[in-house]
């Protein structure tokens, strides 16, 4: 490593050590959230919590939907590690009155995208940060419009990918590309993290995330 760069990552791993000593931890067992999350330099582990989901009410917007679903996740994992900085987040589909979270195998996945096929629906995404004193939330949502798909189609695309671990029952990467027809809003609130909504969270206790691009 370039003694330029060496000085750099010292000095932002210094700063964050002084601005709060404490770790970060990323509450979410999502592989697209931590690869988002790994494009930047910081040193973050991986941790998620188990919450009871079934009291929220769906008579609620999606941003206090998924909000309160992110604050949830975040207060179980800020107990667990009380002197760490916890991130958490949530995603949902919202359409028709009707929420869209992660099918339970593989006919419920068929029936969702049925029911989103050829509408335009919302993808809402909240992240949470925790700590150990405050709580900071951002909400962002997106409207996704599905094309029209047959039923050959989406049994197709639920058999070729990994659809259960994801709201809606589709990604917008990993080939989910031949299903939506029109993104309006932020691709990466699809995917399930926003870095400008993390931005914004880091901004409350200090920290500048421009500081931890560093050339790798």
Do not use: C
């Amino acid at each position: 490593m370039a003694p330029l760069k060496n000085a750099l990552v010292r000095k932002v791993v210094k700063k964050m050590q002084k601005t709060q000593n404490k770790s970060l931890i990323l509450g979410s067992s999502s592989p697209r959230r931590r690869d988002i999350l790994s494009l930047y330099n910081l040193d973050f582990t991986i941790d998620q919590a188990d919450i009871d989901e079934s009291d929220i009410s769906e008579d609620i917007t999606p941003e206090e939907y998924t909000t309160t679903l992110a604050v949830r996740k975040g207060a179980v994992l800020s107990k667990k590690h009380p002197d760490s900085i916890i991130i958490s987040a949530d995603t949902i589909v919202y359409s028709g009155n009707k929420y869209y979270g992660k099918p339970k195998n593989r006919e419920d996945a068929f029936n969702m995208l049925k029911e989103l096929s050829g509408k335009t629906h919302i993808v809402g995404s909240a992240l949470a940060l925790h700590d150990g004193k405050n709580v900071f939330t951002e909400f962002e949502k997106t409207y996704v419009t599905i094309r029209d798909l047959s039923d050959s189609q989406i049994y197709r695309y639920i058999d070729a990918y990994d659809t259960l671990d994801r709201a809606g029952g589709y990604g917008a990467q990993d080939g989910g590309g031949i299903l939506i027809q029109k993104i309006e809003g932020n691709f990466y609130n699809v995917v399930g993290f926003e870095i400008k909504a993390l931005e914004k969270l880091f901004a409350k206790i200090g920290l500048d995330i421009w500081e931890f691009l560093i050339k790798k």
